[in-house]
């Protein structure tokens, strides 16, 4: 009936068929291209036009063609995978063949995060699917120079993971935008720091490079600092420091959770001396003190020193000083000699 109808609506489909078969297949695309599917290799999983992921149940019929037609599809245990029980399978050499004029050659660069490469991946593609595996090809020092910055904006994620001092940096700025988003309301969206302020601050970076391992040697924070307001420069300079000059002489790192207070983790003999808790963001935040014993163990968390001098510190020099004889703990803090490498005093 299918057939019948179909030489009624359109005499010349048929013609351009060779068999019944083909006019199947050129009757289903015609109708259905949204839902071309490519298996993945030997699997049961498949690609649809559109990026959308499928999998094809134990009851349809089409077992082993790599491409099919989804005639139908209910939605699967994940958002995106839908199920097809019901297909038309599609011949790879007829596809190639009727399809050749619109089947697109698409090139572009990629980063392998598993090889830390560059390549060149060239694929064919019909309404934007994939029809075979890409082939990779290593890309060029010209072409990687070319494509870094928008690769490293891209990969956001693991550059923080590679570069400390940048990660803490993006720590501070949401840190800003929970306790005073009006400061940086116009350099953020939904996702964080605005794409195109990163690709800015990577297009300065990259300049004269074709690696990424010789960006991350450079202190990016210094390009990022760049595309900023002045006055936002300076709060994050002045009012956010990076680290607090504790007694001893050590620079301690400030870190600032965005959904807590910052806080800064020391050794307790190096604050002997110290009588006011520490604060921020134009001193109206106190800093979190988490004190450690001489190996680094947490000993106790206090956001008033003054308090902890006072009440807390008695509790706890009883308890290092049998751990740690070698270590000064004097009954009143603030005779102690704030030291990063203690030695027996009392």
């Not at 900023?228 to 007694?247: A, F, I, M, Y």
């Not at 001893?248 to 006011?276: A, C, L, M, N």
């Amino acid at each position: 009936q299918i057939l019948q109808l179909a030489k009624e609506l359109n005499p010349n489909v048929e013609k351009s068929a060779k068999n019944e078969n083909e006019l199947r297949q050129i009757l289903l695309l015609s109708a259905y291209a949204d839902r071309l599917c490519r298996r993945r290799k030997s699997t049961d999983r498949a690609l649809m036009v559109g990026g959308r992921g499928v999998k094809i149940t134990a009851h349809s019929l089409v077992k082993n063609k790599e491409f099919f037609i989804a005639l139908n599809g209910v939605e699967g245990s994940s958002d995106s995978e839908t199920m097809v029980s019901l297909a038309g399978g599609i011949d790879k050499e007829f596809l190639f063949e009727k399809y050749r004029n619109q089947i697109q050659k698409k090139k572009c660069i990629i980063f392998s995060d598993e090889k830390s490469q560059f390549y060149i991946q060239e694929v064919k593609t019909l309404f934007e699917l994939p029809l075979e595996e890409p082939t990779l090809i290593p890309a060029t020092a010209a072409q990687v120079a070319e494509k870094l910055p928008e690769v490293m904006t891209e990969n956001w994620n693991m550059v923080l993971k590679e570069n400390e001092k940048l990660a803490h940096w993006v720590q501070k700025i949401n840190f800003l935008k929970v306790h005073a988003h009006e400061i940086v309301q116009d350099i953020l969206d939904d996702s964080g720091l605005k794409q195109e302020l990163r690709l800015e601050a990577f297009s300065q970076a990259c300049l004269g490079e074709n690696k990424m391992l010789e960006v991350f040697k450079k202190d990016l924070v210094y390009f990022f600092e760049n595309i900023l307001p002045h006055s936002l420069q300076q709060t994050l300079r002045n009012e956010l420091p990076d680290t607090l000059k504790v007694p001893s002489g050590s620079q301690i790192v400030v870190h600032y959770p965005s959904d807590k207070p910052p806080y800064i983790e020391v050794r307790i003999q190096e604050i002997f001396g110290w009588t006011q808790t520490p604060k921020v963001m134009f001193q109206k935040i106190p800093v979190v003190i988490r004190l450690l014993s001489p190996n680094f163990r947490p000993v106790q968390i206090t956001s008033h020193l003054e308090s902890f001098w006072r009440t807390g510190y008695a509790e706890v020099r009883k308890e290092l000083r049998l751990k740690y004889p070698k270590h000064q703990w004097p009954e009143n803090p603030a005779d102690g000699i704030a030291e990063a490498k203690g030695r027996r005093r009392f």
